[in-house]
């Protein structure tokens, strides 16, 4: 067991999860605040029963009206500042709920972006999706029911018994004796509650995990004749997320009723004993009336803790989730930039050299190639070993320098596409990579490479959009030349686009990214393009127009790297790298 999963039961256990202060800032004031407003709660509800009592044995000790005007209209104006302060009081858990979701799904995206691709990879991006949408949606809930009432517990319940003790010292002691047993149930419960709710949100992910891959996948289900399939699984799931909801809701009113017997005796027993002491004169009538008043609202805040808890408990486990992928990206540590292996000049190549093949069981290390006199903005992998889950992969050796098409080829397995992860931070690696000298664990990848995959990646919104994916500042002319060299000048960029590209072919979903990587490149963004199968989906007249693409691009001084099994690209390689898969270490 790790040290989180040790540390786990006992964050769950406490009723302010310490991370929350740390995470998301907006939560310190909202304690502040709240803390306030519950003081000011507590002293109206002490001058609210101080009134009423004094209006009530007034009114039967005969006192005249004009002489019960000033309470009566001193208790008008306790009862509308009381509403005022519950107006407050929700306004700032919501105004407060709102920041917190907004600061933890910035920060939630922004540890997903620092975690990489490698770690986001491993993970179902729906169950993600689940936790920073309607999980973190449920902190409305624990902000604005659960929290006020933790706090008003802390603040109003201490002096309210005090108050109690000082009018009348039985009632006083009754309540700090039987107070207790409403958190020793609401313990108990909560046990039963926290299983039950994890059980309920872990199949709330397993559903929406599976409708997502149902959906993405749905055309090659009906292909093979298994949607059917596909579409009861979905039900049977949801049929336990259903189930998993009823044992909630049961579990809540089981605690509901538990909560309030144990509050409703209590009561009773202080109203029996004032109720005794008034009938053999031991207590006078405005001093039991006001302790009885009292008595309820000395158990309803820690009642309410209870109750509340419930409809928090959603969110509570969402922000569970959250702090973990916070945690994870804080753990990290930078890797130090190790020296650059090879000197870097700072002059452009002066002509196209000839094609160097590399073969990775000869080993590459010794012979650099012609991109080795290339210009400053070099990339140099050294003996790079990519790791694919328990499996270490062959050692790869290349230079792509400005002005060449460097080429992985090999057959399937070799690990070509892994090389190109490994570059984009979606898979680790052992060895030396350096671009224009620095570590290429210390730079993130936007910074340098532009990127085309054998998944297309589009999204919904205009082809434009998705060429000039992350620009702030598109260029159309940039992407007309983007689609013109990409073989795709026939779309129109201002054409719109499904949920993942949907409403274009496979071969026009894969020129719009490989359209997208030429953008960020023609943009000035990345000296560098990764091309992994471009022409995959093409015929051979199409794919002949794009090789000659690259070719122009790589003349114009990009370094490209091409992974392809097309042996028509070797027409414009300047390196070719081969990868054999029998090499690969398991």
Request: charged letters at 20%.
């Amino acid at each position: 067991m790790s040290d989180d999963e040790r540390a786990e039961p006992g964050r769950r256990s406490r009723p302010v999860d310490p991370r929350l202060l740390r995470y998301a800032s907006a939560s310190r004031g909202f304690f502040l605040a709240i803390g306030v407003v519950a003081l000011a709660q507590t002293t109206v509800i002490i001058a609210f029963a101080w009134l009423l009592t004094r209006a009530i044995t007034g009114a039967i000790d005969g006192m005249p009206l004009p002489d019960l005007a000033p309470t009566l209209v001193a208790l008008a104006a306790v009862v509308a500042v009381r509403a005022i302060l519950l107006w407050a009081r929700e306004a700032t858990a919501a105004r407060a709920a709102a920041r917190v979701q907004t600061q933890l799904r910035a920060a939630l995206v922004e540890a997903v972006g620092a975690l990489g691709p490698e770690w986001l990879g491993g993970r179902n991006s729906a169950q993600l999706a689940v936790t920073a949408g309607r999980g973190l949606d449920a902190l409305e809930a624990y902000f604005g029911r659960y929290l006020p009432q933790l706090v008003q517990t802390v603040v109003a319940t201490p002096i309210l018994i005090a108050v109690m003790w000082w009018q009348d010292w039985i009632s006083g002691l009754t309540v700090l004796l039987t107070l207790p047993l409403i958190p020793v149930f609401m313990v108990l419960i909560g046990l039963a509650t926290r299983s039950v709710q994890q059980r309920q949100w872990k199949t709330l992910h397993r559903l929406a995990a599976r409708f997502a891959d149902t959906v993405q996948g749905l055309s090659t289900l009906k292909v093979f004749g298994r949607q059917h399939r596909a579409a009861a699984s979905i039900e049977q799931v949801t049929g336990e997320y259903r189930r998993e909801t009823m044992r909630v809701l049961r579990v809540s009113f089981l605690s509901g009723f538990a909560l309030e017997f144990l509050a409703s005796i209590s009561v009773a027993i202080i109203a029996v004993s004032i109720g005794f002491r008034l009938i053999d004169g031991a207590l006078v009538l405005g001093v039991g009336l006001f302790v009885l008043l009292l008595a309820p609202e000395a158990y309803l805040p820690l009642r309410q803790v209870g109750v509340q808890f419930h409809a928090a408990a959603e969110g509570v486990a969402a922000t569970t989730d959250v702090f973990a992928v916070l945690d994870a990206a804080a753990a990290l540590t930078p890797t130090p930039a190790p020296a650059p292996l090879l000197s870097v000049q700072d002059t452009p190549p002066s002509a196209p050299a000839p094609r160097h093949v590399l073969d990775t069981q000869r080993g590459a290390g010794g012979d650099e190639g012609p991109g080795a006199q290339a210009g400053g903005r070099v990339l140099r992998l050294h003996d790079v070993r990519v790791r694919r889950g328990e499996r270490m992969l062959p050692p790869v050796s290349l230079i792509a320098a400005p002005g060449t098409v460097t080429l992985l080829e090999g057959p399937s397995g070799a690990g070509k596409s892994s090389v190109l992860a490994a570059l984009r931070g979606a898979a680790s690696f052992e060895g030396a990579a350096t671009y224009s000298g620095t570590d290429l664990r210390a730079l993130a990848p936007a910074e340098w490479l532009a990127w085309a995959g054998q998944q297309p990646g589009l999204i919904s919104g205009t082809i434009a959009g998705n060429v000039t994916l992350g620009d702030a500042a598109p260029d159309s002319a940039l992407v007309l030349r983007a689609l013109a060299l990409a073989r795709a000048d026939e779309l129109v960029p201002d054409r719109e686009l499904g949920v993942q590209g949907a409403g274009l072919s496979g071969g026009q979903a894969q020129r719009v990214a490989v359209a997208r990587a030429f953008y960020r490149h023609l943009r000035g963004r990345a000296a560098v393009i990764a091309l992994d199968e471009p022409s995959a989906a093409l015929d051979p007249d199409t794919e002949s127009q794009l090789w000659r693409s690259v070719r122009e691009l790589a003349d114009g001084g990009a370094a490209v790297l091409l992974v392809s099994h097309r042996t028509s690209a070797r027409g414009i390689a300047d390196d070719v790298v081969r990868l054999q898969p029998e090499e690969v270490v398991v």
